[in-house]
């Protein structure tokens, strides 16, 4: 298939790339900076230099699945804008949409966000706008039905590491074998790779986690 990948360079994106690469995809890194996008991607890497924002619904057309892993931490009101941006673009559109979440818009057992419990928490506000932002992230693609999109959370812990084995889930928050919510990029890419190639999850959003 032909995928694209929006910020490609990241951690998530970096991942996901090599991962649809390696089962032999038709992949295309969108970056803002085709220098670090060669150092970080491979000298071969397919390459489009665009600001995100300024992407159209006619240039995803191309592409099979296009994939939203751009994520700005300092300031997370941009990963929402990229999001309804994107919406925007390719509303009746026939592309598949793939948007990366984090785990705030998972559900603790009480049924509540694991954002409602993380804004609790001593120095919260210092860095809990990213998880609120993806709560609503959530909230706008599950009234969205006129884009075909799927989405993904990560766990409580989300680091750099290698596919091994993973488990997947619906709409909680999930714990690992050794009793800690955590998933690596490697795992995550794997599971969204999945889901590519065998959908289950159209137009809805599940996670996974490490095994």
């Known amino acids: 298939m032909k995928i694209a990948i929006i910020g490609a360079t990241g951690m998530t994106g970096k991942a996901l790339f ?64 990229l999001l309804t941006h994107l919406i925007h673009q390719t509303r009746k559109h026939d592309v598949r949409m793939f948007f990366i979440l984090g785990a705030g818009p998972l559900l603790q057992e009480d049924g509540s966000y694991v954002y409602d419990f993380l804004k609790t928490l001593p120095g919260a506000e210092e860095w809990v706008d990213e998880p609120r932002y993806g709560v609503t992230e959530l909230q706008v693609l599950l009234s969205t039905p006129d884009v075909n999109w799927t989405s993904i959370s990560a766990q409580n812990e989300y680091v750099e590491g290698p596919k091994t084995e993973y488990v997947l889930g619906k709409d909680h928050l999930m714990e690992a074998s050794d009793g800690e919510s955590h998933v690596t990029s490697g795992n995550l890419a794997g599971a969204v790779l999945d889901e590519i190639e065998t959908p289950a999850f159209e137009m809805q959003r599940f996670t996974v986690s490490d095994k």
């Open 18 to 81: 090599h991962e649809a690469t390696s089962r032999g995809h038709e992949v295309t890194g969108f970056v803002r900076n085709e220098t670090r996008g060669k150092e970080i991607l491979g000298d071969t890497a397919q390459l489009v230099v665009e600001d995100a924002f300024a992407i159209t619904g006619e240039q995803l057309d191309q592409y099979d699945v296009v994939i939203d892993a751009f994520a700005n931490h300092a300031e997370p009101s941009e990963n929402l804008d």
